[in-house]
Nanobody, 115 residues
Framework: QEQLVESGGGLVQPGGSLRLSCAAS????????MNWYRRAPGKERELVAA????????NYLDSVKGRFTISRDNAKNTVYLQMNNLKPEDTAVYYC????????WGKGTLVTVSS
């Protein structure tokens, strides 16, 4: 049973938008800080966005500020990453991560930004 399952990745043109979703199968979802990481080919994994359990605070990688928005729906045990004005350098596998007493990772969803 996978704790986190990402969806919503795909191919998009520069300037386009995608919304990633992460469905969490955890018992206390609202306790978890939820994060989106990404790993581009040949690069280190980097934290893209984070959101607290209640959704009252968020943090973003500098390069995505103003373009990406992380949100969560605790009633649905789901976290989202709305990505607007996508750039080729956003191309990466995006991973959902949940941190509380345990640390869970999804398998990732590929986002490709290309003409």
């Amino acid at each position: 049973q996978e704790q986190l399952v990402e969806s919503g990745g795909g191919l998009v043109q520069p300037g386009g938008s995608l919304r990633l979703s992460c469905a969490a199968s955890v018992f206390t979802f609202s306790s978890y800080v939820m994060n989106w990481y990404r790993r581009a080919p040949g690069k280190e994994r980097e934290l893209v966005a984070a959101i607290t359990g209640s959704g009252d605070s968020t943090n973003y990688l500098d390069s995505v500020k103003g373009r990406f928005t992380i949100s969560r729906d605790n009633a649905k045990n789901t976290v989202y990453l709305q990505m607007n004005n996508l750039k080729p350098e956003d191309t990466a596998v995006y991973y959902c991560n949940a941190r509380y007493a345990s640390n869970y990772w999804g398998k990732g969803t590929l986002v490709t930004v290309s003409s």
